[in-house]
């Protein structure tokens, strides 16, 4: 069976426990200030001569995270990855788009995103924030998959987070009938990780599951857009290029 290891692992220092897992000390900074229609004053990204970035210790706090190291690709979410680090970036230097009504993070994994909206931004930013993940056992997540019955919530549901939750071509699939669900008007922002790979079928290095993703939404008419590089940064990773943030919206069809 493959394995499969986040490219953040070798960066976090984290201490291994008896069980096998590991625990992550991950340093956050805060927002400077939460204004009223929520937006959020994080100082700008400074970077010293080298192009490592300066982090200021001033109002920064510790999340403790605990992870697994490599996984099979059902347990990928047990790991964290660039795109989660990414999410919660986002919702820390946008913490209006929240305001925005209920929320939904579907494929939470490690859970680092709403942990760095509890700690970091004030309990009024958001109406409610649910937290999902899919069943650790890919037949199972097939088979939900297929049936496509969605929870109540779903026509609840006014903003939905998700970080790297496209890389399976079946679970995609899955994602896209879960956003054709949401009632009109939803929103959807999306960490996504690029990662290239080569194929047979283009005989040439592509990201695959990214290009599989967008072909399914523009099928389906689901718009979507690259959204603009974030100004901030809270946590400390590197955010390649390949990192990007994608914003989708759900409209009468």
């Known amino acids: 069976m493959d394995h499969y290891t986040s490219e953040i692992h070798g960066t976090l220092n984290s201490k291994k426990g008896s069980d096998g897992t590991y625990i992550a000390r991950i340093r956050v900074s805060k927002p400077c200030s939460i204004s009223s229609d929520g937006r959020s004053s994080t100082a700008k990204m400074l970077f010293d001569e080298d192009g490592d970035l300066i ?21 990928v979410g047990s ?21 925005q009504g209920n929320v939904l993070e579907i494929g939470s994994g490690t859970g680092l995103t709403p942990i760095g909206a509890a700690i970091c931004l004030p309990s009024t930013s958001f109406s409610s924030y ?24 779903a026509q609840e549901t006014d903003v939905v987070l998700g970080g790297d939750v496209i890389y399976d071509e079946v679970l ?60 901030t940064q809270s946590f400390c990773y590197e955010r390649s290029r390949d990192l990007i943030l994608l914003r989708i919206m759900k409209q009468k069809r």
């Not at 982090?55 to 347990?75: A, N, P, Y």
């Not at 790991?79 to 305001?99: C, K, R, T, V, Y």
């Not at 592509?206 to 690259?226: A, D, K, M, T």
């Open 172 to 231: 995609t699939n899955g994602i896209i009938a879960f956003i054709l669900s949401l009632k009109e008007g939803a929103v959807l922002y999306f960490a996504i990780e690029k990662r290239y790979v080569f194929t047979n079928e283009d005989l040439d290095i592509v990201s695959h599951s990214y290009n599989y993703f967008l072909q399914g939404l523009n099928h389906h008419g689901i718009p979507f857009e690259e959204m603009d590089p974030l100004p």
């Open 79 to 99: 790991q964290l990855w660039g795109g989660s680090l990414l999410l919660a970036d986002m919702i820390l230097a946008h913490p209006e788009f929240l305001l």
């Open 130 to 153: 649910i937290v999902t993940d899919l069943e650790q056992n890919l037949d199972g997540i097939r088979h939900n998959f297929a049936l496509n019955h969605f929870p109540k919530w």
């Open 55 to 75: 982090r200021s210790t001033e109002e920064e706090s510790v999340i403790l995270l605990k992870h697994s190291g490599s996984s099979s690709l059902q347990d």
